[in-house]
């Protein structure tokens, strides 16, 4: 089994900063993607930024220029650097993975997700 944790979600205010972390444990072979999504009040789960391998990051068009995502330093980690954030930020915030536990197939997991508020 595999657990994700995420870190970081707090108050902020418009065109602040906040850094959110994710860390995978637990039976894991390889990590095919690591990413963010979010949900904000009323609206359907939506991806934020998404890191597959060596790849160039993909990311959604109202966060690009303004959000990073990354490899963490510590080993199945990523992070999410968001600046000059904005009141439609507000969301909770989820980690996804897709995971190889054994080879041949991997599974999906997601974190329990961390609130981001910001303020204007």
């Known amino acids: 089994q595999v657990e994700l944790v995420e870190s970081g979600g707090e108050l902020a205010q418009s065109g602040g900063s906040l850094r959110l972390s994710c860390a995978a444990s637990?039976?894991?072979?390889?990590?095919?993607?690591m990413g963010w999504y979010r949900q904000g009040p009323g609206n359907q789960r939506e991806l934020v930024a998404t890191l597959t391998g060596g790849s160039t990051p993909t990311y959604a068009d109202s966060v690009k220029g303004r959000f990073t995502i990354s490899r963490g330093s510590a080993k199945n980690t990523v992070n999410l650097q968001m600046n000059s954030l904005k009141p439609e930020d507000t969301a909770i915030y989820y980690c996804n993975a897709r995971i190889y536990s054994n080879p041949g197939k991997w599974d999906e997991y997601w974190g329990q997700g961390t609130q981001v508020t910001v303020s204007s």
């Open positions: 637990g039976s894991i072979l390889s990590i095919v993607t």
